[in-house]
């Protein structure tokens, strides 16, 4: 039978360990996407198929090795993310901010049209599902620039939907009453700083924390704000929190409009305010869908069967 013809790929020996993975579990990824066969006999990557699947192999393997040029880290994430950019002509060279462990790098076409808006724009909203990235970009965003000094504050504002107005009743100072609630930003803060210089920008108040019910009546000059779980923020409070900005500030909103905790879901202020800023000089709005899930591969396919759902009559 006559053997499919093969071509090699001459790449560095930290990008052959990568397109291979461990246990060569990327280069099964990427056989059985496009039915090639990859080896890695040393000195690059041979790959043995028909024309049309190495040529798109190939791109795939180029955006991997790209990714281990920028120094950053090859998961199984990443090489789905390379298989499916591949198969439509994706752009390999995606944005990267940044952080203490190495850029946290945009690992979608979505993510990386979210991280120029961010940097193009006054206001962004980033809308979809969990798990796509809209909040970890956001504060690796702002994180950069208030380590260059573009920004004075970082300010994290978000619903405590779950306790309404009634946080005075909680016990303990504010950011006591309000951590529970920002727990996820705090993770992405501590990821991307470190602990102690997320502490210490903390207490110098660099970086503030306040429910949307705190931020009536303030001006936020010189800051980049971001508003998280923004679906859960009623119109009122989305058009409040909208017009804090000050001189020299930026605003990122993000949330899932399918995913509204209010009692009212019609009040909910997110869709309303993209309904009708959607074209306005400096803003941009950045769409996520389920493809661009870059959590564990099943919660991309656990939020298609809940949309699935919720769909039926």
């Known amino acids: ?35 090639v066969l990859v080896e890695t006999p040393g000195g690059g990557v041979s790959l043995n198929g028909e024309p049309e699947a190495r040529r798109w192999a190939k791109r795939a393997i180029e955006s991997l090795a790209g990714r281990v040029a920028s120094h950053l880290e090859v998961t199984p994430a990443d090489v789905r993310v390379a298989i499916d950019q591949a198969r439509v002509g994706g752009a390999t060279g995606l944005v990267a ?4 462990r190495g850029p946290a790098a945009a690992k979608t076409p979505a993510q990386a049209r979210y991280l120029d808006a961010l940097e193009h724009h006054d206001l962004v909203f980033g809308l979809g599902p969990a798990g796509t990235g809209k909040t970890f970009l956001a504060v690796a965003h702002g994180a950069q620039l208030l380590r260059a000094g573009q920004v004075e504050r970082l300010v994290v504002t978000r619903p405590a939907v779950e306790a309404g107005e009634r946080l005075g009743f909680l016990p303990g100072d504010l950011s006591e009453k309000v951590d529970p609630y920002m727990a996820p930003v705090w993770e992405a803060l501590t990821n991307i700083l470190g602990a102690e210089t997320f502490r210490r920008r903390r207490e110098r108040g660099e970086i503030e924390v306040a429910p949307i019910a705190f931020m009536r009546g303030r001006t936020l000059s010189h800051a980049f704000v971001i508003v998280d779980e923004a679906q859960n923020a009623s119109r009122l409070q989305m058009k409040m929190v909208l017009t804090r900005l000050g001189e020299g500030s ?51 396919r656990i939020v298609a069967a809940y949309d699935a759902d919720a769909s039926r009559p």
């Open 1 to 35: 039978m006559r053997r499919a013809p093969s071509e090699f790929l001459p790449l560095a020996d930290e990008a052959v360990r990568a397109v291979a993975g461990p246990s060569g579990r990327h280069a099964a990824l990427i056989e059985d996407a496009f039915h």
């Open 97 to 100: 901010h940044a952080s203490r």
């Open 250 to 300: 930026r605003m990122a909103v993000t949330g899932d409009p399918s995913q509204v905790d209010l009692l009212n879901k019609a009040d909910s202020g997110l869709a309303h305010a993209v309904s009708i800023l959607e074209g306005v000089e400096g803003v941009a709005v950045a769409r996520f869908s389920n493809a661009d899930v870059v959590r564990h591969p099943l919660v991309g």
